[in-house]
């Protein structure tokens, strides 16, 4: 993930950025310091940010359909998919976690066993409060 510069110097450029506008979205801090979003994520402030490590993420995605409505976004190759409805329940079949939605609803398989680091993240984003589990 620190290929390019050491974890203390990422920490440093994420904090100049920070000081210049706190509600930068971590993809376009990304962008701007040439820098994966999971270095720049995982290099925010303590009080932005809980680390939890990837072997969590089945236990986190079977708790998430009992918040009700969320907005579930991916990001894949500068596209950005959302829904907006309750995060489907889920079971573990061939490899996957496979994402059960009904109709209308999230579907998906995941490679959970890919998941090293998993970050809660409470960041402004374009000045409006925001929160966000990200799996990385």
Not at 75 to 101: C, D, Q, R, V
Request: glycine share 8%; hydrophobic share 45%; net charge negative.
């Amino acid at each position: 993930m620190y290929s390019t510069c050491s974890m203390t110097e990422v920490k440093q450029k994420v904090t100049a950025a920070l000081a210049l506008d706190a509600a930068t979205p971590v993809s376009e801090m990304s962008q701007q310091l040439a820098l994966s979003e999971g270095a720049i994520t995982f290099a925010l402030p303590e009080a932005m940010l809980t680390q939890v490590d990837g072997q969590h993420a089945q236990a986190i995605l079977e708790q998430l359909p009992a918040w009700g409505n969320v907005t579930t976004i991916v990001h894949s190759f500068g596209s950005i998919f959302e829904t907006k409805a309750p995060f489907p329940k889920g079971k573990e079949a061939h490899g996957y976690y496979n994402l059960m939605g009904r109709e209308g609803e999230l579907h998906g398989h995941l490679r959970l066993d890919l998941v090293a680091h998993i970050a809660f993240v409470s960041k402004p984003f374009r000045r409006m409060e925001s929160h966000y589990i990200g799996f990385f």
